[in-house]
């Protein structure tokens, strides 16, 4: 993968990490407001993509412990087709973890 982009501006300091290329589109939609269109994940999306640039992210507990630390709500429920296709294409273990902590229904199970 590149190497993250940082800038900043008024309302604070941006990074920019890239994804692979497959995943990119998974779980994103476009969306007009004020005739602007924009590009913008899914709460799903973004918590695959966030999860899956965390270092050090190798057992059930390590995951566990990230999503409590990123206060998920138990009673939200994730995307369970978005969970599926990033866990496939991402390949990383903290993403399927993520996904194994997801009932049927979406739901953390903790």
Known sequence: MKRPREFENRFGTFRFRAVPQQVYP?????VVEAEIPFLIASPTKALCDRIALEPRMRSLRDVRRWAQLMRLDPEVDLDIE???ACAELYRRPAVRLLRSLAGQDGRIVW
Not at 26 to 30: D, F, L, N, P, S
């Open 82 to 84: 978005v969970l599926d």
């Open 26 to 30: 998974i779980g994103v939609e476009r």
